[in-house]
């Protein structure tokens, strides 16, 4: 192969890669201009953030089987869950209370802090005087546990959970005496 058409090859992937790298970032421009739900684009990655300081990738709380692959909060779709759930399933007094602790630790910057400074700030919630923090603590805990050791890939893979134990053996031989 010669010397141009390398440079060519190798410039266009270039290119290529500087482009998507581009778009991915105008995509992530749209999404938090457009972003239409329950809770704002900001209060979905403090979600995020908190399922993932709660069981972060790679340290499941469960003891995994020797094949299994590390999982988390985040990898499992339980950041997800509960934005649907608190939008869904909990009560007008309960979805303000999350919102306003949420609006607190965005003032806070807790998105962009490290996994200890993470960890430290919701242990502070759980030790407030302030019944509302408990709560919220409480909540975001409890629901984040929920909602990851109830994913297909918990229940099956790490529990070796199946949905009818046994098996259904429609054409089975029956003896004649039995008969």
Known sequence: MNRRNSLKLIGGSVAGIAGLAL???????????????????DEERIITAI????????HPPI????????????????DQF???????????????LIKSQLK????????????EER??????LKASEDE??????DLMR???IMGFTTVKEVMVDYRGYQVAPGFYRGCADVPADKV
């Open 51 to 58: 399922a993932d300081t709660f069981i972060p990738e790679g």
């Open 23 to 41: 778009v991915d970032w105008k995509w992530q421009i749209v999404d938090r201009l457009t972003h239409q739900g329950f809770f704002s684009f």
């Open 82 to 96: 509960l934005v649907k759930f608190f939008e869904k399933c909990l009560e007008k007094e309960d979805q303000d």
């Open 142 to 144: 409890s629901n984040t």
């Open 104 to 115: 607190a630790l965005k003032k806070s910057g807790f998105e962009d802090f490290s996994q």
């Open 132 to 137: 509302e923090q408990k709560k919220f603590y």
């Open 63 to 78: 003891l995994p089987p020797p094949d299994a692959k590390p999982i988390g909060a985040v990898s499992t779709g339980t």
């Open 119 to 124: 960890e430290n700030t919701l242990m502070s």
